[in-house]
């Protein structure tokens, strides 16, 4: 009796040793801004919006070839700093009240590199400019619509199986550069094709582009307009 008290003893011992809370307990408790993992923080912060892949989803498709080939690291680090302010685009560095560390960022603009750009997927294709250089002929954009876009959207831009883009409450809510920067990209996700492929053999031009973008942005009426640019630019900034 008295030996088998002893190993039942030892045998608790060891169970106990091994319970979900001494284990717990034991693993070492990381912070948020500790994690250096882009995988997770990829996971936690951009999956949701950008897909898991980076291919897209709702937003854009940062780790495209198109998106990789147009925006510099500078520009996709802006991005995730500051975020697109009246949009569902956080900031995320914590100096613009988000919860990155600056390190984490960088981790993330350098791993959506190094993971995803592929540098000779476009071959000698070059895609527009990722910003505008002047300012686009609203007059001329409508043609340019008519021409490579009323296949999807409908003439006016509000109908057709790729759904209302001259919508009023849309563009209230997106930027002029989120235009061009989809127009370009496309949205693979949502079966909307990149510069090239909206009328076979005739890609869009970098001024096709700039043009389209100014009659889209004609289309906000003068309060959607407004609550644009107080929500999208509230410090005067271009984007």
Known sequence: MKYGAV???????????????????????????????????????????????????????IGTPVYLAIADDATIRRVVEAGRPGTAMPAFAKKAGGLLTDAQIDILVRGIRVRWAR???????????????????????????????????????????????????????????????????????????????????????DADVTDVVAWLAAQRTPLSAQLNRQSLNPAGGSE
């Open 119 to 205: 540098p000779d997927a476009l071959g000698n294709d070059k895609p527009p400019a990722y910003a505008a250089s002047t300012s686009g002929d609203a007059a001329r954009g409508q043609n340019v619509f008519l021409t490579f876009c009323s296949s999807c959207h409908g003439q006016d831009g509000r109908s057709g199986r790729g759904g209302s883009i001259a919508d009023s409450s849309y563009l209230a809510l997106v930027t002029d550069q989120h235009l061009r920067t989809v127009t370009i990209t496309g949205m693979p996700g949502l079966g909307a094709p990149d510069w090239r492929g909206d009328v076979p053999g005739k890609p869009l031009s």
């Open 7 to 61: 190993a039942l003893t030892a045998i608790l011992g060891l169970a106990s040793c091994g319970a979900p809370g001494r284990r717990a307990a034991e693993m070492p408790v990381i912070r948020p801004s500790e994690v250096t993992d882009f995988r997770v923080l990829y996971a936690q912060n951009c999956s949701g919006c950008h897909g898991a892949d980076g291919q897209g989803g709702l937003a854009v498709g």
